[in-house]
């Protein structure tokens, strides 16, 4: 292997040093060079190329599919819609239900790297610094579904959030609502911050005059649904209308409510994003903003094949706008009646 090894730098252009590096998977050597080294390998009729930069920890056509709740019915579709793609073609997911915690995230994809996975598909991404300097020091191929991160470029497949946010303002309005609230996600996520910029720019754009107060960051459980419908219990329903950041959310908070004798939409119409056919079998008749979630996962997974084949091509992005599924959450408050 040691010939091998100094005939592959020769014919990358490259030091022995970098080649020795690569097979051990380190961070420190660019994918541009990675991909040298590759071509190089192949030139020679070295065809177990993977295997011999991953060592003996190999788990090749493995991919890690992580995700912040795998009881969410959207993101299950999301990842029945990669499987079904992958699957066929002899990739194995393994998947990492987060909680939606950030460390966990780092961990599996750790756990991925040293292991070498095929790459790295995130439902859900928790931002923060560690997340990002992972993302820019690993050799792995990462696709974000559902997410952005803007301060890496990655492969992405997303709806458009901030459309989505201000067609969910602009649809209350059209309904007659002016005492809106938006229950967001999580502060941190790139994904809530479109949502929150939508909402407040159509209520800007209608002249509605909207405080800090009406934009709640609830987190993306049930839970914070549940706490936001005591805190409007509290305050005497000061709203007519909410926009959800997620099902969840909705599903927790129209739960909390009904326990109170308080009823949608009679007493508080519900907008919410994504969607679920379980929704109804919960008794739920809620109007979402969403786009179908297996043909996102579809999507995610022809874009890692084609990385997979054209590691260094330029980035792929796909952006899919939302859409309306009316239902019978959202009416008219009595006040223009």
């Known amino acids: ?86 699957e066929p073609l002899g990739y194995f997911l393994v998947l990492c239900n ?31 610094e560690e997340l990002v300097d992972f993302l820019h020091s690993t050799k792995l191929p990462v696709l974000l579904v559902n997410r952005s991160i803007r301060a890496v470029d990655l492969d992405m497949v997303r709806i458009d959030n901030y459309r989505g946010g201000y067609m969910a303002a602009e649809y209350l309005i ?3 609502h002016r005492r ?19 909402f407040c720019d159509a209520m800007a754009d209608h002249h509605i005059p909207l405080e800090d107060r009406d934009v709640i960051y609830c987190g993306l459980l049930r839970s914070g649904g549940r706490a936001f419908a005591k805190k409007l219990l509290e305050e005497g329903m000061p709203y007519t209308a909410v926009f959800f950041s997620n099902t969840a959310l909705a599903q927790g908070m129209v739960d909390t409510l009904s326990r109170a004798g308080k009823k949608v939409p009679d007493d508080l119409s519900v907008l919410s994003f994504d969607d679920s056919p379980a929704l109804s079998e919960e008794g739920l008749d809620l109007t979402t903003l969403s786009y179908d979630p297996s043909k996102m996962g579809e999507t995610a997974a022809d874009i890692f094949l084609k990385r997979i084949a054209d590691p260094l ?5 796909t952006v899919f706008s939302p859409r309306f599924m009316v239902r019978g959450s959202v009416r008219e408050p009595d006040y223009v009646k």
């Open 1 to 86: 292997m040691l010939i091998q090894q100094k005939q592959i730098a020769e014919k990358a252009g490259v030091s022995y040093a970098t080649v020795s590096r690569a097979f051990t998977n380190s961070a420190k050597v660019c994918p541009q060079t990675m991909q040298r080294i590759r071509n190089a390998m192949t030139d020679l009729g070295i065809t177990d190329a993977d295997n011999l930069f991953l060592g003996k920890r190999v788990l090749v056509k493995t991919v890690m599919v992580v995700v912040g709740d795998i009881a969410s019915e959207f993101y299950g579709s999301i990842i029945k819609g990669i499987g079904s793609v992958l």
């Open 98 to 128: 987060s909680n939606y915690d950030s460390a966990a995230e780092i961990r599996a994809m750790r756990r991925a790297e040293e292991n070498g996975f095929s790459g790295i598909i995130m439902i859900t991404a928790v931002e923060t």
């Open 174 to 176: 059209s309904r007659g």
């Open 180 to 198: 809106i609230a938006h229950a967001a996600g999580d502060r941190e996520s790139a994904v809530c911050r479109d949502r929150v910029r939508g």
């Open 313 to 317: 091509g330029d980035r792929i992005k």
